[in-house]
């Protein structure tokens, strides 16, 4: 009987200030906080640097974040279905080393490229395979294959780096859409994040991608296909981080094995950061991007401002913890305002649970 | 049963003459719009075991929490030993002597029972040292006039619930508490453990304390309690002694209506097989298990628990895989552990763990329901809001389901109300064959009286129905075919009119003595 009374309860209480909650619970909700965040950082970038609110600073540090961003869509969907892939920066810096390797050899771009998509594809394939098939957790499959698949770049490659690409191909990513001030990698990350988020928010698989994370057996149980869904977005991901690896090799016009080093750890705090919990189930898409340009905007502020990559670095890791945190501590300060005379412990079975 | 005066209260009450020790007079309590209690009165007595009854919903809680101090009535007045008091909170209550012993206690896990039993008031020795021994001994000597053996020196963590609130109950004699409220403290107990704390009521009851006692399960208000008081849609219906009453007046009661509902079962000719299953085999978990189930029947599947029969269910559905064996839909062979092709043939599965398998706790009524139906509400590949929340909204109004949004989270809903979201899921996807697992468990008796009446009309609409169930009176109330299964094997298949609960039990105990037909 609890639970029934429970509501009738707490809507019973709801009911008088209903509208003011509603209202404060709707600027609670994390993804709009953080867009809140990205307009006041961006302001203090105006207001502190002359050099960072003109279009060409902007335009840079926008297409400096086409590949976090690009990685960050695919992510999004992983981790709201309650699975994680930490590989994608190793197959990103594989599809470089291979790119490079290939244009060495003197291969047509135009083979290497799609070449190098379908490697990356079939790294994804080996990640969901092994977690589906052998039930293997996703976050323990991926530092694995993090770990291999940057090994197998240098093995590609090695210590060299190529050069000289093609200028065309080059012009491309590194241009802005003609008549704009638009680069390309932001148009290029325009079409797919609408897919996206359609397939998020509006279709059957992003519906089922909820209810994945949410309660994984319990979708199981209503006939969605949990694994193959799951192996798709494995395989999406080692496709997208590729193709991202081609965008990363032809803008900085540099094949390296180590190219995109920790960029996993950028777009998983852009995922994060953007409200998907990592535990699967809760996240939108406008997060996402919010996170993104927030992580993208602090970057180049700091960049501007000179500050080290360690600091850089430093302060990636502390937005993804404060993103991890937040929710939390939120949601315990919620609870404790509920249930203001309740200092005694829980059971001894919650305990040791 | 007996009265309160006829038995044990060796201590004050002279029958009929001492005032209640607790008294609830015209006690309302409202949250917001909600009236949760309606001028309710309740007395309690020394030495009485006293039942509150009610579905779900009814007030019960809120009456337990007035009587704890949590709340503080709206009107009325709340009186000890006849004088008005109030309660200005838990603490307030405690000291009163109203304790309050719920389903699932608080104790300090690392703390030693007898630690957690005189937790803030340990007795002294000299230089204000705690006095272990003395508190170790007092708890021995409590738990000695509950007639329990525990063992004061352990520490908390492991205990059993049961031992949990026994050690919950020893505090509350250590305080003189003469009123305990027990809140279902047997819906996490076994049967020998319920056993063992009815004794220890028993022993309350000798030493002059009232109990208050919550349950969903009848038997155990008519064998424990003398008197009982029934909520209903937090008004008072009636208190009265258990001795005139049987089961159905205390329904009717609860309910408002008369009791022949529960079982509502309409007559159907069966048609055309709906489902078949030929010697469906998973090692070491069921063996060689055939039937059939026809187009407006209701099969059930009964026996032990452990016997195989959810195994069966889940294999039928494709959840597991079988090893040998075959089912088939309306004709149709179906491939082994794909839920997918199962519901695309027309079978549908409300599994018996709501909570983990039927439900995803932390989304809306809404996209539960629509879970079920993410091919059928679309238009082109998006779907479309309006399809998916019309097909919710018009479930949950078939079901008769009690929400305030279809937006909220189902984990907000109780019990029944979330068994029909499951249910609503389901018969969304117009199955042909409705497996249902367990379909009444742990819900209040008028929502079960609904889930059978909808069962039986779905039955009289053609569905074939299976239904797993460990409850007899449910079996055998709403089945046309009871088939029975004793440890992975079908052991007995008995039609309506030759099923009793002697030859479902022989058969599901694999006593086989004339069960099989």
């Given at each position: 009987m609890a639970p029934d009374l429970m509501t009738t309860a707490g809507t019973g209480e709801a009911a008088p200030p209903a509208a003011g909650r509603s209202l404060i619970s709707r600027f609670a909700r994390w993804d709009v906080l953080v867009t809140a965040l990205l307009i006041a950082v961006f302001l203090a970038g105006a207001a502190g640097s002359p050099d960072f609110a003109n279009t060409g600073n902007l335009s840079f540090a926008l297409g400096d974040l086409g590949e976090i961003a690009l990685i960050a869509l695919a992510m999004t969907l992983l981790v709201v279905a309650a699975e994680v892939d930490l590989s994608v920066a190793s197959v990103l810096g594989l599809s470089s080393a291979l790119l490079g390797a290939l244009w060495d050899g003197g291969w047509p771009i135009e083979t290497i490229i799609p070449v190098v998509v379908v490697v990356g594809a079939v790294c994804g394939l080996v990640n969901g395979l092994l977690v589906t098939?052998?039930?293997?957790p996703s976050l323990a499959v991926t530092i694995g294959t993090l770990a291999l698949y940057r090994g197998l770049a240098y093995v590609v490659l090695g210590d060299k780096a190529v050069a000289e690409f093609p200028q065309a191909y080059t012009d491309l990513v590194t241009g802005d859409v003609p008549g704009t001030p638009i680069p390309y990698p932001v148009a290029l990350f325009v079409l797919p994040a609408i897919v996206t988020g359609i397939v998020l928010h509006a279709t059957g698989v992003g519906r089922a991608l909820f209810a994945i994370g949410a309660q994984e057996e319990a979708a199981f149980f209503a006939g969605i296909r949990v694994k193959r869904i799951k192996l798709v977005l494995f395989v999406v991901a080692g496709t997208v981080a590729a193709f991202a690896g081609v965008v990363y090799t032809l803008r900085y016009g540099s094949a390296r094995a180590d190219n995109g080093f920790g960029v996993e750890l950028a777009v998983i705090a852009a995922v994060l950061l953007g409200g998907v919990d990592f535990d699967g189930g809760k996240g939108t898409l406008g997060g996402v991007i919010a996170g993104v340009l927030l992580i993208g905007l602090l970057r180049n502020l700091l960049m501007l401002n000179d500050v080290a990559t360690e600091i850089q670095s430093i302060v990636t890791g502390l937005l993804l913890i404060v993103s991890v945190l937040t929710p939390r501590l939120a949601a315990v300060l919620r609870q404790r305002r509920r249930a203001p005379s309740s200092p005694t412990p829980r059971s001894t079975e919650e305990r040791n649970r | 049963m007996k009265d309160p005066g006829e038995t044990g209260a060796p201590r004050g009450q002279a029958s009929g003459t001492a005032p209640p020790v607790l008294a609830l007079r015209g006690v309302s309590k409202s949250f917001g719009a909600v009236r949760a209690l309606r001028e309710v009165s309740l007395e309690l007595f020394a030495g009485e075991a006293h039942a509150l009854a009610g579905e779900n919903g009814a007030g019960k809680s809120t009456l337990v929490k007035t009587l704890s101090g949590v709340h503080r009535p709206d009107e009325g007045e709340i009186l000890l030993d006849g004088a008005p008091v109030e309660f200005g909170g838990p603490a307030a209550a405690q000291e009163a002597g109203v304790a309050v012993i719920y389903q699932e206690p608080t104790l300090f896990p690392d703390l030693s029972v007898a630690e957690n039993i005189f937790m803030g008031r340990q007795p002294r020795a000299g230089f204000g040292r705690i006095d272990r021994r003395a508190m170790r001994e007092e708890s021995a000597a409590l738990f000695k006039r509950l007639g329990v053996a525990l063992d004061p020196g352990r520490p908390a963590r492991g205990l059993s619930i049961a031992d949990q609130q026994l050690v919950e109950i020893a505090k509350a004699l250590s305080r003189e508490a003469r009123v305990l409220i027990m809140d279902e403290?047997?819906?996490?107990?076994s049967g020998n453990e319920v056993a063992r704390l009815f004794n220890v009521v028993k022993a309350l009851r000798e030493h002059g304390c009232a109990v208050l006692f919550i349950s969903h399960r009848l038997d155990e208000i008519f064998e424990l309690c003398q008197r009982v008081t029934t909520l209903r849609d937090g008004a008072w219906v009636a208190s009265e002694h258990i001795s005139g009453l049987t089961p159905d007046d205390l329904v009717r009661r609860m309910v408002?209506?008369?009791?022949?509902?529960?079982?509502?079962k309409q007559e159907t000719t069966p048609g055309e097989v709906a489902l078949t299953v030929g010697r469906l085999t998973r090692e070491g978990v069921f063996t060689d298990v055939s039937f059939e189930v026809r187009r407006g029947e209701i099969v059930a599947l009964a026996g032990l628990v452990g016997a195989g029969r959810s195994e069966v269910a889940r294999a039928v559905f494709g959840v597991d895989r079988w090893d040998a064996g075959s089912v088939e839909v309306g004709g149709r062979r179906l491939p082994a552990g794909s839920p997918t092709a199962a519901m695309a043939a027309g079978l549908a599965l409300v599994p018996e763990d709501r909570r983990q398998?039927?439900?995803?706790?932390?989304?809306?009524i809404e996209r539960n329901i629509g879970l079920t139906g993410l091919r059928s509400v679309r238009r082109g590949p998006v779907i479309s809001r309006a399809a998916e929340r019309d097909r919710a909204r018009d479930w949950a109004t078939r079901l008769q389901l009690k929400f305030t949004r279809l937006g909220d989270a189902v984990n907000v809903l109780s019990g029944g109300n979330q068994q029909k979201v499951v249910l609503a899921k389901w018969l969304a996807t117009d199955p042909a064959v409705l497996i249902v697992d367990e379909p009444t468990r742990g819900i209040d008796i008028g929502t079960k009286a609904e889930v059978h009446r909808l069962l039986s009309e779905l039955a009289g609409r053609g569905i074939a129905i299976l239904m797993i169930s460990s409850d007899l009176p449910e079996v055998l109330g709403m089945a046309d075919r009871v088939l029975v299964m004793h440890e992975g094997r079908l052991t007995a298949e008995i039609p309506r009119e030759r099923a009793t609960e002697e030859n479902v039990m022989s058969a599901a105990t694999g006593r086989d003595a004339g069960a099989a037909a």
């Open positions: 098939r052998l039930g293997l | 403290p047997t819906a996490a107990l408002g209506r008369d009791l022949d509902a529960l079982y509502p398998q039927g439900l995803v706790m932390d989304l809306s």
